[in-house]
């Protein structure tokens, strides 16, 4: 059975082959019953001003087997800058 470390890695690698853009982050990555499921952050559209760059949210789902991608969608897009964190 995979780790939460692995399944990270394995969606990092999946993610690059299938979208082949950037990886900002990985959001998160929570164990259910089939598996993994991984959020994960890319650089959709590189703009010339970072703040314009389109950010997307990806979710992955793997097989907690053998780690193969069951499922993969976009669920989000929206600009870099439309996207900061305040600190409280």
Request: charged share 30%; proline share 1%.
């Amino acid at each position: 059975m995979l780790t939460s470390i692995q399944a990270t890695k394995l969606a990092r690698e999946a993610i690059d082959l299938l979208v082949e853009k950037p990886i900002e982050a990985v959001i998160s990555c929570e164990r259910n019953n089939d598996g993994f499921v991984v959020r994960v952050e890319i650089c959709d559209t590189k703009a010339h001003i970072a703040d314009n760059d389109i950010l997307a949210t990806y979710e992955l789902c793997l097989d907690k087997e053998t780690g193969d991608v069951l499922r993969y969608e976009r669920l989000t897009r929206a600009r870099r800058s439309d996207s900061a964190v305040f600190a409280a």
